[in-house]
């Protein structure tokens, strides 16, 4: 087991260093200047050299990079071009929106999809499985920005059940902040709901069919008892996979359903960096949504040997 952790975390760190190499050489090459979209237009050359100065712009592009690394890797997430205050304060406020928002919806995904995708394997090729697997279809083909919008029509503005938008605070209540995310992350979590439950469906539908489980079926066992007792467990492997992976996107992919519900998340602010060409904090905020979806897949692969201690004696 702690030879196959060593290796999962060195992988980890591999990857985490080149990713930082690949964040820092895109936001190079994205055309546009800090210094001009600050001052505007009208900015002498002279003012836009002191301030590409002092914004560092002017040193050599190693030297930045390291600068910037060394940085992260103690905290220092550096200085906002834009709102001159240091990154790590502006991420720490905006990730107690985009956490939650992701936490619940990841909740309701797993809640929604995984109870579906048993039924429909259990019932294969009848009416139920062929319902479940139509609604997950229609789930996965359409853009959760249009159904955001949907939503906002018909609970916000019609029924008046929740805000269309917004983001009260934790310190209005627990009640209030958690209301106005409800929408949000209904959203994000129904096409990934869709996905979920195909994929659980899929992966009890292939243990089901495996030898063992013919064999447990001939010493008497029910088909409720094998699914739930043996191939339940056999199937985790790739929900694992595929929650794992849903929890960085939906940690990541805000940006779209944060803008649409005017959410101070860490998505719009990505969002609105992008726009005001604030590398600092696209830089660092974009290694961080990395560094969390590579310890994500890690924690998923921990999770492969205590759910199946074979797959640990094969990777080692």
């Known amino acids: 087991m702690l030879y196959y952790l060593i290796r999962r975390f060195t992988s980890l760190l591999l990857t985490l260093a080149l990713s930082t190499i690949v964040i820092f050489m895109v936001m190079e090459i994205v055309p546009g200047?800090?210094?001009?979209?600050?001052?505007?237009?009208?900015?002498?050359?002279?003012?836009?050299?002191?301030?590409?100065?002092?914004?560092?712009?002017?040193?050599?592009?190693?030297?930045?990079?390291?600068?910037?690394?060394?940085g992260v890797l103690v905290g220092d997430l550096g200085t906002s071009y834009t709102y001159s205050v240091p990154v790590s304060e502006l991420i720490a406020?905006?990730?107690?929106?985009?956490?939650?928002?992701?936490?619940?919806?990841?909740?309701?995904?797993?809640?929604?999809?995984?109870?579906t995708g048993i039924l429909a394997a259990s019932k294969r090729g009848q009416i139920a499985d062929t319902g479940i697997m139509g609604l997950t279809q229609l789930g996965i083909a359409i853009p959760n920005?249009?159904?955001?919008?949907?939503?906002v029509y018909v609970f916000a503005v019609m029924l008046r059940w929740v805000p269309a938008g917004g983001f009260p605070g934790w310190d209005q209540g627990i009640f209030n902040a958690l209301k106005s995310l409800v929408l949000p992350?209904?959203?994000?979590?129904?096409?990934?709901?869709?996905?979920?439950?195909?994929?659980?469906?899929?992966?009890?539908?292939e243990a089901l069919g495996e030898d063992y489980i013919r064999t447990a079926r001939a010493k008497g066992l029910t088909r409720s008892m094998v699914l739930w007792r043996h191939a339940l467990r056999d199937a985790l492997i790739p929900v694992l996979t595929i929650m794992g992976l849903?929890?960085?996107?939906?940690?990541?992919g805000t940006i779209i359903i944060e803008n649409v519900f005017y959410l101070p998340g860490l998505g719009r602010l990505i969002f609105q960096a992008i726009t005001q060409r604030d590398l600092i904090v696209v830089e660092?905020?974009?290694?961080?949504?990395?560094?969390?979806?590579i310890l994500i897949n890690f924690m998923v692969d921990i999770a492969y040997a205590l759910v199946d201690p074979r797959l640990q004696s094969e990777r080692s």
């Open 33 to 70: 200047d800090p210094a001009l979209i600050i001052l505007g237009i009208g900015a002498t050359d002279e003012t836009l050299a002191a301030l590409r100065e002092q914004m560092g712009l002017n040193l050599p592009l190693m030297t930045r990079y390291l600068q910037w690394v060394s």
């Open 93 to 115: 406020e905006r990730s107690i929106v985009s956490i939650p928002l992701a936490i619940i919806a990841l909740t309701l995904s797993t809640i929604i999809a995984i109870p």
């Open 145 to 151: 920005f249009w159904f955001a919008m949907l939503m």
């Open 185 to 205: 992350a209904v959203a994000l979590a129904l096409p990934q709901a869709a996905i979920l439950s195909r994929v659980t469906r899929s992966a009890l539908l």
């Open 246 to 252: 849903q929890f960085a996107f939906l940690l990541a």
């Open 284 to 293: 660092s905020s974009v290694v961080l949504l990395v560094a969390s979806v």
